[in-house]
C-alpha cells in the first residue's frame, strides 16, 4: 500500500471522517468530495478505488485496499 493511502486514511480518522455505526459497519467521508460518504465494513468498501481494484486485479488471489479500510484499521487501533 501506498504511503499516500496510510496519510489519507489517518487524516480522514483525526479529522472525524470514521463513523462507526455498527460492529462492522462504519461510514466514511470521501476525501475528494465532502458531500459524500461510504459505508465499509473490514473488508469491503463502496469507492471507486475499491471496486476497480478488483476489475482490474480479478482472480489473481489479490485483496484490494483503499484510503477507507485502511482508515478503519487505524480507526479501531485507537479505539482498542
Ligand atoms: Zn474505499
Redesign the pocket.
Known sequence: MSANTIRKAKKLVESGGVVKIEEDLFQIKSSSDPEKS?F?TSDT?E?P??KNFYKFHHGKGLKAN????EAIRIFKEKSD
Open positions: 461510504y465499509v468498501c469507492c478505488g475499491f483503499c484510503s477507507h479500510l
